[in-house]
């Protein structure tokens, strides 16, 4: 295993930051997900042996990360904190941080200048940090993070502050590191981003880790729940008249379309959006209506929080709890 | 069915004057500070010289009310200065005749030699050596005096160390003025707020426990009639405290508001005292190897360059200003070292003003 | 060689931050206090009809007072400078990260307090032997001089940077109480409890070194501490080696065993 807490409680003070965490996780992609102060950044700190946990066992590559700074070696860490060096150039900067891995001078200048290429900062890496955009800060991060060449990155929140061609940018790049074989762990709270890179899921939120899993069975959790379809069809009414009659179906409205739009939009909020999709093939065979675009208006990270939080405090029906 | 508007209101009812909107900032700092068990401990500890003083006071009634310790302390007091009039020489060069001399005089010299090396202790040793109707007034002024100057100044030092630098640098490090002025606050009242931060806890330990100390002579006096013969005390320790805030907080908060990082204005806080007092007890010490002398002795506190550089301590400036407010010197004795504290604040005010004025980053 | 490599960038990058106008100008302003004070006081009694006796002995004090300054600044914050620029993760995730970061910041702040201390103790001496003329040795007191100080930056500097981890919250505070209470007085009280301040030892390596130069008499320390015969500069020296060693292995251990918190944690 890569990475294993048992019971892991952590305590500040009165304040919980994680409770009673079990994780067992193996070399591989992960999505660190949950709402701002749900205890991502406490997760990680854990995890790399920052803090020790009041409760439980943190194992990283099997070893008690605390007592052993050697796994440093093996890990990348960009974290969400703002870089504070005005003066400093990102050359400097990391250049530094990669002395402190322990290589020699020399061998830190080619790593620096290898990793600043490869997140695109070659032309802007000898002007003063205090000049650099936000991106550009970000990508300085990630520049240190990944020029040791680690076995194992940890990104906490690597897209604030990004445009959406630096958020395209670093998707891809996130993609070719798990490529490559290597770990990734992902800490965000913007699903469709983390969703991007197609890791294995980890649900956290007040300190609880609420569930995980692949992409598949996080949306099989959405799937089995309430929600609610939005479908553009040529013939909503025709098709409401269909639909109205299934079981899973709760109540159906007829929306005008949004500007840009072709046709009247069916709203279709249901107990169970697995059902209606299985049941819509049969409806529209040897009918004469055609489906422009389907999609869940749910399909958010607040919406799955609040359904797992439903699941848990038993309101709802869902998979198994572990 | 009347239907409520439940939209967007905007505020009707009274809002707080202008004049009194620096008080929010006031208070919530306060609170802020007020989290710091550490403050909360050294407030605590700012309090036990009190103990001590108040002691003092309590010796001093018992013998004001006892005609026989009265004449006994009399009687001691002229042993002393005769003492001091003794030509014993120097301690370093006769130390076999000091040896023989009887432990009742080697212990009058003790206590006369540590008392000279306290301000104005002359004064107070005449007045207790021809008890009068102004004994009392003169040896609790002196008693107050001392009270401000040692132990709770120093602790001043502390405390506005640990309060005070971080005010105005994290203001700026998190760019909180953007929050700040774009209310109905002007810079005025943002600095007043700021000032009265560390104005309140340097109340809280010099004013209050002095106040408590004058309270407490008045208690054990015989007589309420010591009211009216030191009434002028309270208005002395106001006064003194106002001496004490003004050009220390102002001092404080500037340097706080010159940089970002607060570790820097804590360090400028210190260096300004110690620089200044260390320079002074520098100079000193060498007077004292050159006279063969102990140091504040007043041979050495009354040579030429010892008092002329004393004016470049902020720590003897305050302490000087004090004497002349609680009546031991007269303000042409000591104008050069209010004039020094006055420039100081006046110079501190207008950077400070400066600083807040400046284009806010964003 | 990870262990130096590591503590030498620290060291390196820390020099490098010094290159700052303000920074400078603050080292700047630390060396030129003394020797500028000490030429207005020569200056001063060229009024009067006294004589200023004993210039080094002011010069010592004066030096002592921003060598200490220098280091209170420097080797002070090791922890909470990192805390406050919120670099703390970037270093302490690093392999041997803490422990580099204290040596390494220890190293920069002792040159820096040292140069401090040099370029006072030469515009002093300057000073002195322009005005009075009255060194007859100025190189040996040169030297010796410098040599203390650079030794009193390093045992001071091991001090500050433990109470720098032990109090990284109030590290300027708790490190001028400490320097106030042990230096002016536990180390005046002629007991054993002295023997355990620097400026003890600091003390008595200056007074066999070159108080004679200064006009001290070292029987009056002796006797000011009821001493019947003085230690050897050597036992002073090793005493101060341990204090040295010891504290920054207690540094060492402490910034390993302790959590420093975040605000972005809790």
Redesign the interface.
């Known amino acids: 295993m890569m990475i294993e807490l048992e019971q892991v409680t952590k305590l500040y003070g009165s304040v919980i930051g994680v409770n009673d965490i079990n994780l067992a996780l193996k070399p591989g992609t992960y999505g660190l997900l949950g709402p701002n102060g749900s205890g991502k950044t406490t997760l990680i700190n854990l995890i790399l042996g920052q803090l020790r946990p009041t409760l439980g066992a943190v194992r990283l590559f099997g070893k008690n990360p605390w007592s052993r700074d050697s796994l440093m070696k093996k890990i990348g860490l960009c974290p969400a904190t703002e870089v504070s060096y005005p003066r400093v150039t990102g050359y400097q900067w990391v250049k530094y941080l990669i002395r402190k891995q322990g290589f020699s001078s020399r061998v830190a200048d080619q790593l620096a200048k290898k990793s600043l290429s490869q997140v695109r900062l070659e032309e802007a890496m000898h002007r003063p940090m205090q000049n650099y955009s936000l991106g550009m800060r970000q990508r300085a991060k990630l520049a240190q993070a990944i020029a040791h060449e680690p076995d194992l990155l940890i990104l906490d929140e690597p897209f604030n502050g990004l445009d959406p061609v630096g958020r395209m940018e670093m998707i891809q790049f996130l993609k070719d590191w798990a490529g490559q074989g290597r770990s990734l762990i992902l800490a965000s709270h913007i699903l469709h981003e983390v969703e991007a890179v197609n890791p294995s899921f980890l649900l956290i939120s007040g300190g609880r880790l609420l569930a995980s899993g692949s992409p598949d069975q996080v949306r099989s959790i959405l799937a089995d729940t309430p929600n609610t379809i939005r479908l553009r069809t040529s013939n909503p009414r025709q098709l409401a008249s269909q639909l109205v009659e299934h079981v899973a179906v709760d109540e159906i409205s007829i929306v005008a379309a949004e500007r840009g739009e072709v046709g009247e939009v069916l709203q279709v909020a249901t107990r169970s959006a697995a059902q209606v999709y299985q049941a819509l093939p049969d409806l529209l065979a040897n009918r004469d209506v055609q489906i422009y675009e389907m999609q869940s208006a749910d399909e958010s990270l607040g919406h799955l929080f609040s359904t797992l939080m439903k699941i848990h405090r038993g309101e709802s029906q869902g998979g198994p709890l572990t | 069915m009347p239907i409520h508007k439940v939209g967007y209101r905007s505020w009707e009812g009274q809002k707080i004057p202008v004049s009194r909107r620096w008080w929010i900032i006031s208070r919530t700092g306060i609170r802020v500070v007020l989290r710091s068990r550490?403050v909360r401990r050294l407030m605590f500890i700012c309090f036990f010289p009190v103990l001590y003083w108040g002691l003092a006071v309590f010796v001093l009634e018992q013998y004001m009310a006892q005609p026989d310790l009265q004449q006994n302390l009399s009687q001691t007091t002229e042993q002393m200065r005769q003492i001091q009039q003794l030509d014993l020489g120097n301690p370093?060069d006769n130390r076999r005749f000091r040896r023989n001399l009887p432990p009742e005089v080697r212990r009058l010299q003790r206590y006369q030699q540590n008392l000279a090396m306290l301000p104005k202790s002359d004064v107070v040793l005449d007045a207790l050596q021809s008890p009068g109707s102004d004994t009392r007034h003169t040896v609790w002024s002196w008693l107050l005096m001392t009270f401000f100057r040692y132990p709770q100044s120093i602790m001043l030092l502390?405390l506005v160390?640990?309060i005070a630098p971080g005010l105005i640098s994290r203001d700026v490090r998190s760019r909180a003025f953007l929050l700040y002025f774009s209310r109905p606050i002007g810079r005025f009242e943002y600095i007043l707020g700021k000032l009265v931060i560390p104005a309140m806890f340097i109340a809280f330990i010099t004013c209050l426990p002095a106040l408590v100390l004058y309270v407490f002579g008045v208690m054990l006096s015989t007589e309420w009639s010591i009211i009216g013969m030191t009434w002028d005390i309270p208005f002395r320790i106001l006064a003194a405290t106002l001496i004490l805030i003004l050009p220390t907080a102002s001092i404080a908060l500037m340097l706080s508001s010159l940089t970002q990082?607060?570790?820097?204005a804590?360090?400028a806080w210190?260096?300004l005292w110690?620089?200044g007092h260390?320079?002074w007890?520098?100079?000193v010490?060498?007077q004292a190897?050159?006279f063969r002398q102990p140091p504040f002795s007043a041979e050495v506190m009354s040579?030429?360059?010892v008092e002329?550089?004393s004016l470049?301590s902020l720590y003897n400036n305050l302490g000087d200003v004090q004497s002349w407010i609680f009546g031991f010197d007269q303000f042409s004795d000591i104008w050069p070292s209010f004039m020094i504290l006055s420039f100081l604040t006046v110079v501190a005010l207008l950077i400070l003003f400066r600083r807040v004025s400046a284009p806010i980053r964003i | 060689m990870r262990w130096f490599h590591s503590v030498l960038a620290t060291f390196q990058f820390e020099l490098s931050n010094f290159l700052s106008l303000q920074r400078m100008a603050v080292t700047a302003i630390l060396a030129l206090f003394p020797p500028v004070m000490l030429a207005l006081i020569f200056f001063g009694f060229r009024f009067t009809s006294e004589t200023f006796e004993y210039p080094l002995i002011v010069t010592v004090l004066f030096v002592s007072i921003v060598s200490l300054l220098g280091m209170l600044l420097w080797a002070t914050p090791n922890i909470y400078s990192e805390l406050e620029g919120k670099s703390w993760i970037f270093v302490a995730s690093r392999p041997g990260g803490r422990i580099s970061i204290v040596l390494g910041k220890y190293c920069s702040a002792v040159l820096f307090g040292f140069t401090i201390s040099l370029i006072s103790i030469t515009g002093c001496l300057v000073v002195i032997q322009t005005m009075a003329g009255s060194l007859q040795n100025p190189i040996w007191v040169w030297f010796s001089m410098n040599l203390l100080y650079f030794i009193g930056c390093m045992s001071y500097g091991a001090i500050y940077s433990l109470i720098g981890t032990l109090f990284y919250r109030r590290a300027m505070v708790a490190a001028a109480a400490y320097t106030i209470v042990s230096g002016m007085v536990l180390a005046n009280v002629p007991a054993v409890v002295s023997r355990l301040t620097l400026r003890y030892h600091l003390q008595f390596i200056g007074y066999q070194w070159f108080g004679e130069e200064a006009g001290l008499n070292l029987s009056d320390l002796m006797a000011h501490y009821a001493l019947a015969e003085t230690p050897s500069v050597g036992w002073h020296l090793l005493w101060l080696i341990i204090a040295i060693l010891s504290s920054l292995a207690l540094a060492a251990w402490v910034v390993v065993s302790c959590e420093y918190v975040t605000s972005d944690e809790t």
């Open positions: 550490w370093r502390f160390g640990f990082e607060s570790r820097f804590t360090f210190f260096a110690i620089m260390g320079a007890l520098a100079i010490l060498s190897v050159s040579s030429t360059l002329n550089w470049i």
